[in-house]
């Protein structure tokens, strides 16, 4: 036998049936009082292309993952029009950060001094995009957004710069994914922790 919460008879009925019941009152009275959501709302009626601002950054990979990451995610949500004209979405590239994220004690072959050595790397990708009308007509900004990825050291130079490329790659799509959410309206952290 269910137990209820409150002294109502239904009968015998499920726990499923009675919370989809509440569900759906609830859902009816939102509706009906005239609730619309704060924050984001319908989707932009136009399609945007994309272009690159002057980067404020040497990593020219970076932003080209960045470049991906916004049109992925304008392209899925259907707003995603031809490389030119306007309106555009222009991505500016702000930085790349790196730190190490662990340390271990590494004892130098000739010497036999221990050094602390980083045994993992943070690579974070900053960049920020704006929705231009028309040459020079800034309507919106997405303001600086940061998106991290993590990489673990190999113990090799070529394998640590492959792990890092990587990383900075997975965090430049990640940070694109981002600016499209906030170009589309929708609620997104701006910065990620390094």
Known sequence: MNKLWFPVKLGPISTDVLRARLFAAALVGLTACGYRPAYGGT????????AAAPARSPESGALVAVLEGLRGELSKSGVLGPDTGYPRVVVELVRVDERGTAQSLSIQPNSGVELPIASGS???VTARAWVEGGPKIVERDTGDVRRTSAFGSAGSPILDAARREAAMNNAGRATGTALGRRVLGEIEVAQEPM
């Open 43 to 50: 989707r932009p009626a136009v399609r945007y292309s994309v």
């Open 122 to 124: 943070l690579v974070g």
